[in-house]
Every structure is written in structure tokens, then in C-alpha cells.
T-cell receptor
């Protein structure tokens, strides 16, 4: 069963604009991660935020986590055409196996 | 610096045929995973191996078997392929956190 649900399913913006994607999940988590998938490729890890963290930054990426609402958001600032990809959130519930449960993803299109 | 390597990249099978998908990682990770990705869906975990010598079922294990051959290699076998197993299969590895993915095997079963 899917744990995370991304919103929106698809997002189209112009280069230079900011893109915000949201993720909601159902059960308690240990960590939440965001991944990017370019067409025809595997997933690439972007950022990990722990359940006791509220915000994290990495370059043009900003992730927030609200455990009381069981939700997270990914903000990409000053988007570029190269950011065009699908973005997935994934959660783990702790334990030594680090199993992840993925959402269905948001398809981001950045128009030049 | 290959990371996670999957072979083959593409395969077409007939219903009832068997096949093994290969995965190897060169990052000395303990944990390895097999996922399938279907259109409009996220990744669903088929099997995983938390460490060499151990394997466990994930969310959708029916119709599949796995072998953790050594620390580097983790294979996925379809014993009798069915059209419902048409999908893109991804292997991943990790060491306590972010997972590193291969570029997938695109499998069609006719």
C-alpha cells in the first residue's frame, strides 16, 4: 500500500519560477526522503529529513516536515528546464532494514 | 564509479518463461532492494536483503524469488512470467539511509 501521496500529480511552470510539491503520509515515520526521477532513469536521492527536524535546505531545495499533519513539502527555487522530472517522497518507519514506502510522484515540467 | 548496475536493460518474454534479473553494487552497502514501477504508481517493494545472507518479502513478492549471492549482488527471478509482471524493475542499495538506484530493467511479457 502507498504510504505517501504527492500533490499535485502534475505541475507545469516557467523557468525561474518556484515549484512546490506536497507529500502526505498515513503512519508515524522515522525519516522522510525526496527523490527525483528523470525520464527513463533510476531515482536519485535529493534530501532526507528526520522526524525531529522541521526544515532542511540543500542548494535550491527546501524541505519542510510537519509530523502533526503528517505532511512534507519540497520547494525548488528558481527552477530550470533541467529540473523537469518526477519527484517522489518516501518514508521509513525505522528499524535496521531501512525499507522505504514511496508515493506516486509529482511530474514537474519546467518550460524554457 | 558505476554505483548500481542492472542487467539486462530491456527484455521481452513470453508467458510462462523464466528469467533472472541481475543487480550489482560497488559501494559496499549492506542493504539491497528490488522494486517494480508501473505507470501512475510509485515504486513498490518486491523483496529486500538487509544484509548478506538474509532476504525478506516486501509489499508485492508473489511470483518472484531472490538470491543475495554475496554482498555485491542481488538477483530477482521470475519462475513463470505472467503479463501482470510487465513493469520496470529497479534495484537499489543503501547503508543506513538514502538509497542508490540502478537505471532499471524494462520487462515486457506477452
Amino acid at each position: 500500500s502507498q504510504q505517501g501521496e504527492e500533490d499535485p500529480q502534475a505541475l507545469s511552470i516557467q523557468e525561474g519560477e518556484n515549484a512546490t510539491m506536497n507529500c502526505s503520509y498515513k503512519t508515524s515515520i522515522n525519516n522522510l526522503q525526496w527523490y527525483r526521477q528523470n525520464s527513463g532513469r533510476g531515482l536519485v536521492h535529493l534530501i532526507l529529513i528526520r522526524s525531529n527536524e522541521r526544515e532542511k535546505h540543500s542548494g535550491r531545495l527546501r524541505v519542510t516536515l510537519d509530523t502533526s499533519k503528517k505532511s512534507s513539502s519540497l520547494l525548488i527555487t528558481a527552477s530550470r528546464a533541467a529540473d523537469t522530472a518526477s519527484y517522489f517522497c518516501a518514508t521509513d518507519s525505522g528499524g535496521s532494514n531501512y525499507k522505504l514506502t514511496f508515493g506516486k510522484g509529482t511530474l514537474l515540467t519546467v518550460n524554457p | 564509479n558505476a554505483g548500481v548496475t542492472q542487467t539486462p536493460k530491456f527484455q521481452v518474454l513470453k508467458t510462462g518463461q523464466s528469467m533472472t534479473l541481475q543487480c550489482a553494487q560497488d559501494m559496499n552497502h549492506n542493504s539491497m532492494y528490488w522494486y517494480r514501477q508501473d505507470p501512475g504508481m510509485g515504486l513498490r517493494l518486491i523483496y529486500y536483503s538487509a544484509s548478506e545472507g538474509t532476504t525478506d518479502k516486501g509489499e508485492v513478492p508473489n511470483g518472484y524469488n531472490v538470491s543475495r549471492l554475496n554482498k555485491r549482488e542481488f538477483s530477482l527471478r521470475l519462475e513463470s512470467a505472467a503479463p501482470s509482471q510487465t513493469s520496470v524493475y529497479f534495484c537499489a542499495s543503501s547503508e543506513m539511509g538514502p538509497q542508490h538506484f540502478g537505471d532499471g530493467t524494462r520487462l515486457s511479457i506477452l
